[in-house]
């Protein structure tokens, strides 16, 4: 197929969904990793189309909801410092800490200012050399490559007044957590398209090799979702295990070298609490010693403690390990919705509590 008309066709759609519907016969469980799969999947009305035995489940492809609270905490408490001004994308405006949100925070009159690229942020420290501009690096593999470029950028044109909060994630740790998982009860993986353009296919192969379970690479229109999720049930239905690219006019697979190369310029490796799913070893990317002078978390003392409590009755983690589904959480829609959120996965557009609120009721 060449246009992307093609790939939104109901004709097509109808036809791959009977494929599904004729071969399935074993009672599955598929965990769409990302979050814009997410909001896709419920937004073109797929579950209604697949048989009854197929279910569908929400990973930790939110990088909003995989932050933790104690990162939240944080990040509110770097805005209440002196002459900070606090450079973040929207979502996490509203995201709740302990006591407050960053959203609390501006109306308490510290500045934060929602910026729509990191660049942006630098270009904020440029015009006020008087203040200390941080931007809250919260993202995957899909956002670091922006952010090292605007760390590149910002010491290249000698702004000294710039810093990254590096609250980075990335995906390919975090699936050997979810498989490690006793509660795990997952059959096959449906694998972020936007992260697999930067890291490419191969940067799976670790774990497909590990755990040889059915995983395959998908676009996020509705025909690139129905057709991973055919190539999922044929591995599962005949027991032949494959990691598969069903995105191939996005993902290669070394993925974009200038992106892979961006990362590793400025980040290394370091461990990293997700939300629900604790520390994952190697999950993070802290900024390396030669671009010291812009990492935030060296330049302020900030104490992250480890020992905050998510918010009490909220089941994101759970949520984000795809072992409940939101109408289970004993919040959800009764004291939380958009408009008062108790948790991030009810915050983030990509949020699986949102996308539920929005699309399935
Ligand atoms: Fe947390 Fe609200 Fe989702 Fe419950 S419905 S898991 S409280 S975000």
Not at 347 to 352: A, R
Request: proline share 6%; net charge positive.
């Amino acid at each position: 197929m060449k246009y992307i008309e093609e790939y939104r066709n109901p004709e097509i759609s109808k036809k791959i969904a009977s494929e599904i519907k004729n071969i399935s016969k074993k009672e599955i469980r598929l965990m769409e990793v990302c979050g814009t799969h997410t909001t896709s999947i419920f937004k073109n009305g797929i579950r209604s189309v697949l048989p009854d035995k197929i279910t569908l489940i929400s990973g930790p492809g939110c990088p909003v909801c995989v932050t933790p609270v104690n990162e939240i905490n944080a990040f509110i408490e770097l805005a209440n410092i002196k002459d900070v001004i606090i450079a973040t994308f929207g979502d996490l405006i509203r995201v709740p800490g302990s006591k407050s949100s960053l959203q609390k925070a501006a109306a308490a009159g510290k500045n934060i200012q929602v910026v729509s690229s990191p660049i942006d942020a630098v270009n904020l420290a440029a015009e006020n050399r008087n203040k200390k501009v941080i931007f809250l690096g919260v993202g995957f593999e899909t956002t670091a490559p922006a952010i090292a470029g605007s760390i590149i950028f910002a010491k290249d044109a000698g702004v000294k007044n710039y810093f990254v909060y590096s609250a980075h994630k990335t995906v390919p740790p975090a699936l050997f957590a979810l498989m490690d998982d006793k509660n795990a009860n997952i059959n096959g993986f449906i694998l972020p398209g936007h992260v697999s353009m930067a890291i490419g296919a191969c940067a799976y192969l670790p774990f497909f090799k590990h755990y040889q379970i059915p995983s395959v690479i998908a676009g996020f229109e509705p025909v690139d979702i129905l057709n991973a999720i055919l190539m999922l049930v044929k591995q599962i239905e005949t027991n032949s295990p494959e990691l598969q690219n069903a995105y191939k006019r996005a993902v290669s697979y070394e993925g974009n070298k200038k992106a892979r190369e961006m990362i590793a310029k400025v980040f290394c490796k370091t461990d990293a609490k997700w939300r629900g799913i604790g520390i994952i070893k190697n999950s993070g990317l802290k900024i390396r010693n030669r671009f010291v002078g812009f990492d935030a978390e060296k330049e302020f003392d900030i104490k992250i403690t480890d020992k905050i409590k998510e918010p009490k009755g909220c089941s994101c983690g759970q949520i984000l390990k795809g072992i409940m589904s939101p109408p289970e959480c004993p919040l959800y829609k009764k004291i939380c919705n958009p408009i008062n959120p108790v948790g991030p996965c009810m915050v983030s557009s990509e949020g699986t509590c949102s996308a539920y609120f929005k699309y399935f009721d």
